[in-house]
């Protein structure tokens, strides 16, 4: 399934892209998301008439810094199988100042193609901006709060 979701405010228009499954929480866009916890919620959109379990998979390359973003591989910090519904609280505790990349698929799916990606366009009217075929991204605040987000 393939979701488009455009913008347009003042002379920037915005569009993102979703391949396989769609997030919820945290939201998707250009900038990471910010959440406010060392163990998140991450929630995505059931496939239609899809009502099994699915495979969860968290990624890092470290300490959010340029080099580790540009130079180190990504590596698996956390992952699930035949997780029941669409929402799944992540049981070990992340590091905060990190950038994550996460991705869900049906857990009767097999091939790397299958894990849910995303692509962002920006169109400022004279520099364009984008990433495409991404992981899910966000970053754990070094405040962590009660919320779960």
């Given at each position: 399934m393939i979701r488009i979701i455009c913008c347009t405010f003042f002379m920037l228009t915005g569009?993102?892209?979703?391949?396989g499954i769609g997030p919820?929480?945290?939201e998707v866009g250009f900038k990471a998301a910010e959440v406010n916890s060392a163990n998140p919620i991450l929630e995505w959109a059931?496939?239609?008439n899809y009502d099994g379990q699915y495979d969860l998979i968290i990624l890092t390359r470290g300490v959010l810094d340029q080099?580790?973003?540009k130079q180190k591989?990504?590596?698996v910090v956390y992952e699930k199988a035949g997780l029941e519904g669409n929402l799944h609280q992540v049981e070990k505790s992340l590091n905060h100042n990190y950038m994550y990349y996460w991705s869900v698929k049906r857990s009767d799916r097999s091939s790397d193609s299958d894990w849910a990606k995303y692509n962002y366009y920006l169109i400022t009217g004279v520099v364009n901006h984008w990433r495409t075929d991404n992981l899910f991204r966000?970053?754990?605040s070094l405040?962590?709060?009660a919320s779960n987000l």
């Open positions: 569009c993102t892209t979703f391949n919820v929480v945290p059931a496939p239609e080099w580790s973003l591989p990504l590596q966000f970053k754990v405040n962590e709060s």
